[in-house]
C-alpha cells in the first residue's frame, strides 16, 4: 500500500496551472494518474492529441471543462468523468471562468505513440506539434512539425 498528499507531489511544468505527476509517488506500475488544476483557458494537453496505445479517464472534481473530440464538443461538470479510448483524439480545456480540478487516470501506464496537432499560423491549418524544453528547462514550447514555426509556449 501507498499512501501520499497530493500537494506533497512537486508540480511539473505542463499546460496546466498546476500537474503533479502521482504515478510514481504511489508506486504504481500499470496505470497513469495525474493532478490537474485548470485555470480558464487552461488545457490537460498541449493540443488536441491521441495516445496509441493508452485509454484515458478524466474525472472533474470541480468546475467544467469542454473536450474537443472527433464527435464535437462535450461539456463535463464536476462529478462527472469521461472516458477516451486509445487512438482517440481528444483536448479538454477549461472554457469557464472558475478553476477546473481533475484526476487523469491512463493505462497502460505507457501510452505509446502519441499525436499532437496545434493551429499552426504560419501554415494556415493544424499540424503536427512536438514539445520542447526552452529557456534552460523553464518554459516549454510546441513547434509545427511541418515548417518549424512555434505554435504556442507554456512557462
Known amino acids: 500500500?501507498?499512501?501520499?498528499?497530493?500537494?506533497?507531489?512537486?508540480?511539473?511544468?505542463?499546460?496546466?496551472?498546476?500537474?503533479?505527476?502521482?504515478?510514481?509517488?504511489?508506486?504504481?506500475?500499470?496505470?497513469?494518474?495525474?493532478?490537474?488544476?485548470?485555470?480558464?483557458?487552461?488545457?490537460?494537453?498541449?493540443?488536441?492529441?491521441?495516445?496509441?496505445k493508452q485509454e484515458e479517464v478524466f474525472v472533474i472534481q470541480e468546475g467544467s471543462v469542454t473536450f474537443e473530440t472527433e464527435a464535437g464538443d462535450v461539456r463535463v461538470d464536476a462529478g462527472e468523468l469521461i472516458r477516451f479510448a486509445p487512438g482517440e483524439y481528444q483536448q479538454g480545456i477549461n472554457t469557464g471562468d472558475e478553476r477546473v480540478v481533475a484526476l487523469a487516470i491512463g493505462a497502460p501506464r505507457e501510452s505509446g505513440k502519441s499525436e499532437i496537432l496545434r493551429r499552426c499560423a504560419s501554415c494556415d491549418e493544424r499540424t503536427p506539434n512536438t514539445v520542447e524544453r526552452v529557456d534552460e528547462g523553464v518554459a516549454k514550447i510546441t513547434r509545427c512539425l511541418e515548417c518549424g514555426s512555434e505554435t504556442a509556449r507554456f512557462e
Do not use: C, W
Open 1 to 52: 500500500m501507498d499512501k501520499i498528499r497530493i500537494d506533497d507531489v512537486d508540480q511539473r511544468l505542463d499546460s496546466a496551472t498546476v500537474q503533479r505527476p502521482l504515478t510514481d509517488a504511489v508506486n504504481a506500475t500499470n496505470v497513469a494518474l495525474n493532478y490537474y488544476e485548470l485555470a480558464p483557458g487552461d488545457s490537460f494537453a498541449y493540443g488536441y492529441h491521441m495516445h496509441e
